[in-house]
C-alpha cells in the first residue's frame, strides 16, 4: 500500500509545509486480488520469478536543499520580497510511487503476465503451435483456458498448477509427453476438460488424475504406444463423462478401470488391436450392460486375434462366442476318457500283433518258396 499523506499539524510540527490533498479521482483504492479469489502468499508474483512489478518503488530524488523526507525546506522568514505565487508540482511527484505501489499491488494478486510466444484473451492463454519444449514458467494466475496444444514439451514441472484453480480447460495434445508428474493436478481442482491425444504415453498408471475429481472428459487418444490401462487409473473421477482411448495400442483393459465411473455416457476404442480371448468376457459383457445409456463406436473396434473372430467388431460376440471358456470336466467324463484310452490303447496293441504275425508269415512263405526253387 502506497505511504499515507501526512495531516497538516503532522506536517507542521516536523517542520515541513504542509503537502495539499490530492485532486479526486487520484485517491483509488488499491484492489486487494484480482478476479474475485484469494491468491496464497506462494503463487503471488514474484514468489517463482522475480518481476519489476514486484519491486517496491524506488524512492523520490531528494531536492537540493531539502530535508531527509524529501519536503521542500520551508519560507524563509523575515524581510524581502513576496514569494511569487506559481505552479505546485507535489502532487504530480507524490503521482509517480502511488501508480507503481497499486500496479504492484495488481500484479501480485493478478499473477504473471501473458507468456512470450502466447496469446492471452481474457481467462484464456493459447501457446500453441510455438515449438515450445517446455511449458511457460509463469501464467496469470486466473488462467481459465490453457492450450500448449502442437508443440514439442516432453515433460510438465511437478506442482506446474499448483497456483491455478481457476483452470478449467487444459489441452496438451500433439506433443512429446510420455508420463505426467504425481500431483500435478493438486491446485486444478475445477479442470474439466483435459486432452492428452496425440503423444507418447505407453502406460496410464494408477491414480494418475486422482486429484482432478472434477473431470468431464478426458482425451487419450491416438496414443500408438498405449498398452496398458491400470486398474486404478481413473480412481477418482466419479464426475468424469467422456473417456477417449481409440486408436492406441490397447489389446485388453481391465474392467475395474471403467466400473468406477458411474457418470460415464461417452466411451471410444476403435482403432486398438483387441485380443478377444476368454480374458475379454467380462469387459464385453460390461460393455453390451451400457451400451443403451453409453454412447460407444465399440461397432468401429475390431478383434486382431485369435484369428477365428479377426475382424468381427467388439459386440457381435455373444456369450455364445466365449461358450468354450466355460467347458468344465466331471468325474464321468474322465473315465470315458480314460475308458476310451484304454480302449485306443487295447487296439493298438492288437494291431501291432496282428502286423507282427502277418509279417512273420510272409517271410516265412517267401523263404519256403526260395527252397523249394533250388
Known amino acids: 500500500?502506497?505511504?499515507?499523506?501526512?495531516?497538516?499539524?503532522?506536517?507542521?510540527?516536523?517542520?515541513?509545509?504542509?503537502?495539499?490533498?490530492?485532486?479526486?479521482?487520484?485517491?483509488?483504492?488499491?484492489?486487494?486480488?484480482?478476479?474475485?479469489?484469494?491468491?496464497?502468499?506462494?503463487?503471488?508474483?514474484?514468489?517463482?520469478?522475480?518481476?519489476?512489478?514486484?519491486?517496491?518503488?524506488?524512492?523520490?530524488?531528494?531536492?537540493?536543499?531539502?530535508?531527509?523526507?524529501g519536503w521542500p525546506p520551508p519560507p524563509r522568514e523575515g524581510p524581502g520580497p513576496p514569494a511569487v505565487a506559481g505552479p505546485r508540482r507535489r502532487p504530480a511527484m507524490l503521482l509517480g510511487p502511488w501508480l507503481v505501489a497499486a500496479a504492484a499491488a495488481v500484479a501480485a494478486g493478478a499473477g504473471a503476465g501473458c507468456p512470450v510466444l502466447c496469446t492471452c484473451r481474457g481467462q484464456a492463454v493459447d501457446c500453441s503451435g510455438q515449438r515450445l519444449f517446455s511449458v511457460p514458467p509463469e501464467l496469470p494466475l486466473d488462467t481459465g483456458n490453457l492450450s500448449l496444444a502442437h508443440n514439442r514439451i516432453a515433460s510438465i514441472p511437478p506442482g506446474y498448477l499448483a497456483c491455478y484453480g481457476q483452470l478449467r480447460a487444459l489441452d496438451l495434445r500433439n506433443n512429446s509427453l510420455a508420463a505426467l508428474p504425481a500431483g500435478l493436478f493438486l491446485g486444478a481442482r475445477r479442470l474439466a476438460h483435459l486432452d492428452l491425444s496425440y503423444n507418447n504415453f505407453s502406460l496410464v498408471a494408477a491414480d494418475m488424475f486422482l486429484e482432478a475429481s472434477g473431470l468431464l472428459r478426458l482425451d487419450l487418444s491416438h496414443n500408438p504406444g498405449l498398452r496398458r490401462v491400470h486398474p486404478q487409473a481413473f480412481r477418482g473421477l466419479a464426475q468424469l463423462r467422456e473417456l477417449d482411448l481409440s486408436y492406441g495400442g490397447l489389446s485388453a483393459i481391465s474392467l475395474d478401470a471403467l466400473e468406477g465411473l458411474p457418470g460415464l455416457v461417452g466411451l471410444?476404442?476403435?482403432?486398438?488391436?483387441?485380443?478377444?480371448?476368454?480374458?475379454?468376457?467380462?469387459?464385453?459383457?460390461w460393455l453390451r450392460g451400457r451400451i443403451q445409456r453409453c454412447a460407444s463406436d465399440s461397432q468401429l473396434a475390431e478383434c486382431r486375434a485369435p484369428p477365428e473372430v479377426a475382424g468381427a467388431p467388439l459386440l457381435s460376440l455373444t456369450e455364445e462366442s466365449f461358450q468354450a471358456c466355460h467347458l468344465t470336466l466331471t468325474l464321468d467324463d474322465y473315465l470315458f476318457i480314460a475308458f476310451v484310452g484304454f480302449v485306443v490303447s487295447i487296439a493298438s496293441v492288437a494291431t501291432n500283433f496282428l502286423l507282427g504275425i502277418t509279417a512273420n508269415c510272409c517271410h516265412r512263405w517267401s523263404k519256403a518258396s526260395e527252397d523249394e526253387d533250388v
Open 1 to 69: 500500500m502506497a505511504p499515507p499523506v501526512p495531516s497538516p499539524s503532522q506536517a507542521a510540527e516536523n517542520g515541513r509545509t504542509p503537502a495539499p490533498p490530492l485532486p479526486r479521482g487520484w485517491q483509488t483504492p488499491v484492489p486487494a486480488a484480482a478476479g474475485g479469489f484469494v491468491v496464497a502468499p506462494e503463487c503471488r508474483q514474484g514468489a517463482r520469478s522475480p518481476s519489476l512489478l514486484a519491486r517496491s518503488p524506488a524512492p523520490l530524488p531528494k531536492a537540493a536543499g531539502s530535508p531527509a523526507g
Open 268 to 285: 471410444r476404442l476403435g482403432g486398438n488391436p483387441w485380443v478377444c480371448g476368454c480374458a475379454m468376457e467380462p469387459f464385453l459383457k
